[in-house]
């Protein structure tokens, strides 16, 4: 395995673990869920259908985003060597700007009386899908100029942290846990993101 390869795969995951940890992607279904009085089953059923549609937005997006750069690379000899680098940096910086500009989700307009409980699980499922992982997206470019099976690897590693983490959170957050101040984590979590995503970029620029 390459070097550029192992990088994209240590940084995918830890941006996913990231990205799953962020209470803002499954402390909302805790919300609603305690509000309609829903059991641990219902709630970990909802959670697994927003995750999957969250995480196959963000995928789908991603393979465009890779086969643009596959096509790209093919006229433009600088692409890997220097494009891609100081894209994955551009974006780590701004997302670390932006997210100090961000307005997180809130979940007190979605869950209305009288709604029922299958308008919520769509409304939730639909709200996840068009709210993509931008952040991991950049590493899909880097991935679509070294092959599709990198691109295939980091939409694995991505579904099934993202997935499986948000289960996991949701499931030991059940009993009570949406009363402690998740604010601080989720003001870290852009600053972190940024971070791996620079330090992804400056890796590439090394290497090449």
């Known amino acids: 395995m390459s070097a550029d390869i192992l990088q994209l795969m240590i940084s995918s995951a830890l941006l996913s673990i990231l990205h799953a940890v962020l209470p803002n992607h499954w402390l909302p279904v805790i919300a609603i869920a305690q509000r309609e009085k829903w059991t641990m089953r219902e709630t970990l059923q909802t959670t697994f259908l927003a995750s999957l549609a969250h ?13 643009f750069a596959f096509q790209l690379d093919k006229h433009v000899a600088v692409f890997t060597s220097v494009i891609t680098p100081a894209i994955l940096i551009s974006m780590g910086l701004l997302f670390i700007w932006q997210h100090y500009h961000h307005k997180h989700f809130h979940i007190k307009s979605a869950s209305a009386k009288g709604t029922s409980k299958a308008a919520l ?35 694995i590693i991505y579904l099934v942290i993202s997935v499986a983490g948000m289960v996991f959170w949701v499931s030991w957050a059940y009993h009570g846990l949406t009363k402690l101040n998740w604010h601080a984590l989720e003001h870290s979590a852009g600053i972190i993101a940024g971070i791996i995503l620079i330090l992804t970029g400056l890796s590439f620029l090394i290497i090449h």
């Open 55 to 67: 995480a196959g937005s963000t995928i789908l997006i991603g393979v465009i985003i890779a086969a």
């Open 121 to 155: 699980i769509i409304w939730f499922v639909i709200a996840m899908f068009f709210s993509p992982c931008l952040e991991i997206e950049a590493f899909y470019l880097a991935a679509g100029v070294i092959g599709w099976q990198v691109v295939l690897l980091i939409s």
